[in-house]
């Protein structure tokens, strides 16, 4: 078993502060059974975060900053790729954006709670506009859609995670290839404006579906080699620290312990195989099982970190 646990350690101020509070008994426990390996590193302003690269090289999938063929790997599972062929290909995500004084705000699309009639509806809407720029739109899922065009082959996008509950403008494409995607971006914003569907979700006190984000673009390998083992990634700690709330990713830290780290604990004293990543803005760490003689797991006990330290180096 493999388990990856993203935002482990936030930036945000708030839940920094609460990891000196954090009691993960059974983490603590974890880390006196397994053994660190080398250590992944990263940067906040990579347009492509930690879990996502992880989850990526447990795929076989390389690529470049930005660009993690997931869209293309999408369209190859849905045979589009037998049509389109495998570059050009993004992810197209309807989002909330909200403008201030000094900078636009993404809200987190996660919280759109969009409905698949909403979701058809104005993938119609926007279909013709599309069109024309020579970007054909192909359904994915409630809260995004596959796309295919020349401009998006080799393009470097941002995740969707780097964006949400943040000012887009640090993460949008400035190559020269890009510039008309602004224009389209324009063009959608007024479309949007006065849909009917907005208005149906202002009724309802809904945030209105305003604009898109561009993501996912990259070219899949011919045949990538994925890990046998299975990678359980865990977003639980997600919304809490994208809103830096503190007492919530407190809890929900402590509701892993309990849940998830226990079964480790319980996995890795029956001898089974065990791995546990943890994710933060600047490193990710793996911890794993190894087969040591008895003075090493001594030695071991007496040399590992606190779950405070750990986090706070992540």
């Known amino acids: 078993m493999h388990l990856l646990i993203s935002h482990a350690a936030p930036p945000g101020p708030q839940c920094r502060a609460t990891i000196a509070q954090l009691a993960l008994p059974n983490l603590n426990e974890l880390l006196g059974l397994l053994t660190a390996t080398p250590a992944l590193s990263g940067t906040p302003d990579s347009l492509t975060p930690l879990p996502e690269r992880l989850r990526a090289t447990h795929m076989g999938l390389q690529g470049a900053d930005g660009l993690i063929p997931w869209a293309a790997m999408d369209a190859q599972q849905l045979g589009l790729t037998k049509v389109h062929g495998a570059a050009g290909w993004a992810w197209i995500t309807p989002c909330h954006l909200n403008v201030q004084s000094s900078q636009i705000l993404m809200d987190d699309p996660?919280?759109?709670?969009?409905?698949a009639h909403e979701c058809d509806t104005l993938r119609a809407a926007m279909k013709r506009y599309f069109d024309e720029d020579?970007?054909?739109?192909?359904p994915l899922n409630n809260g995004t859609w596959l796309a295919f065009g020349d401009v998006f082959k080799d393009l470097p996008t941002a995740s969707l995670e780097r964006v949400a509950g943040a000012s887009i403008e640090p993460w949008m494409p400035h190559e020269e290839g890009a510039k008309h995607l602004r224009r389209l971006q324009n063009e959608m914003q007024m479309l949007l404006y006065t849909h009917a569907v907005n208005?149906?979700?202002s009724a309802l006190g809904k945030p209105a579906i305003n604009a898109f984000w561009i993501s996912g673009t990259g070219t899949p390998p011919p045949s990538p080699v994925a890990n046998?083992?299975?990678?359980?990634?865990?977003?639980?700690?997600?919304?809490a620290a994208l809103q830096d709330d503190h007492q919530a990713w407190q809890a929900a830290w402590q509701t892993l312990d309990c849940t998830r780290l226990a079964g480790l604990v319980q996995s890795a004293k029956a001898a089974k195989p065990v791995q546990l990543t943890l994710c933060g803005p600047r490193m990710a760490v793996t911890l794993e099982l190894q087969n040591k003689p008895w003075w090493g797991r001594i030695q071991q006990r007496f040399s590992v970190s606190s779950p405070e330290q750990l986090l706070n180096s992540l």
Request: hydrophobic residues 35%.
């Open 110 to 115: 996660l919280e759109l709670d969009m409905s």
């Open 134 to 138: 020579g970007i054909t739109l192909h």
């Open 199 to 201: 208005d149906a979700r």
């Open 228 to 239: 046998p083992e299975s990678l359980e990634s865990v977003d639980s700690l997600r919304r």
